[in-house]
């Protein structure tokens, strides 16, 4: 495996040695943690700039030039293209390194379908049952009820997808199931029950066995006890805002 240095002082994680021209800005999200994966699984050397969310980096005008939307994660290329979006990022590794992504036929659409339902629906929904079972007060039963609802209907899809295939696209591990993989970490932190969905604990189980899997996990535990920190040392007022509450001040947090 590799050999991970942290350099804390300029908020900067990379593999030792690495090829400094590829660069994944983030954090310790799960829409990053994929696109750690992915470059794990290609073998490619990479630097990872860590952005501060939770001390507002994300609004710095050196990183809104990279993605006007300001939400990690964003790859610079070799050649200084900026791309961000999770599945954007995710097509272009695929289709330059020719892996986890057929290039034709229905195979192509099917991984297609997967991973556009991970963007589009699970992460998203998942997303924000994570939010209001976490960090929302008290009194927000309906939300909470309703987003907790809507992520046991996604479980059970995927559940009843990974009765029928091994993998989300059929009989091969794609861009797809890398990218849904991260947000299957929390069903018990949302309420639910893991037994209800055995056949998402089989799949599971085989990606976390592959070694690509394992070294993006240890990458991401470095940068998430890196952003524990962070967050402890924030100002509520950026806290608010990391949390979409709008930009108050220190006393309405």
């Known amino acids: 495996g590799r050999n991970y240095a942290s350099i804390l002082a300029t908020d900067i994680i990379c593999p030792a040695g690495a090829d400094m021209s590829l660069r994944l800005y983030g954090m310790s999200s799960p829409n990053v943690f994929k696109i750690l994966i992915m470059l794990e699984e290609l073998g490619v050397d990479f630097h990872f700039e860590h952005v501060d969310l939770f001390s507002e980096g994300q609004f710095d005008e050196t990183f809104r030039a990279l993605n006007p939307n300001s939400k ?52 998203p929904m998942l997303g924000q049952l994570n939010h209001f079972t976490t960090y929302a007060p008290a009194g927000q039963d309906y939300s909470v009820g309703r987003y907790r609802r809507e992520g046991a209907r996604i479980y059970q899809l995927l559940n009843n997808r990974l009765e029928q295939v091994p993998y989300l696209a059929g009989d091969d591990y794609s861009v797809a199931d890398i990218a849904t993989l991260p947000w299957t970490d929390y069903i018990k932190r949302q309420g639910l029950q893991k037994a209800d969905y055995p056949a998402i604990a089989e799949w ?15 990458f991401i535990a470095d940068v998430q006890a890196n952003d524990a920190k962070m967050f402890s040392q924030s100002s509520a007022s950026a806290r608010r805002r990391f949390l979409g509450l709008g930009e108050g001040s220190e006393e309405q947090a």
């Open 72 to 123: 990690v994660p964003v790859l610079l290329t070799e050649e200084g293209q900026p791309i961000f979006e999770s599945g954007a990022i995710l097509i272009y590794l695929a289709e330059r390194h020719d892996r986890f992504l057929p290039s034709t036929g229905s195979s192509r659409y099917d991984v297609l379908e997967w991973l556009t339902l991970q963007v589009a629906t699970v992460g």
């Open 204 to 218: 599971r189980q085989r990606l976390e066995e592959r070694p690509a899997v394992q070294r993006a996990r240890a």
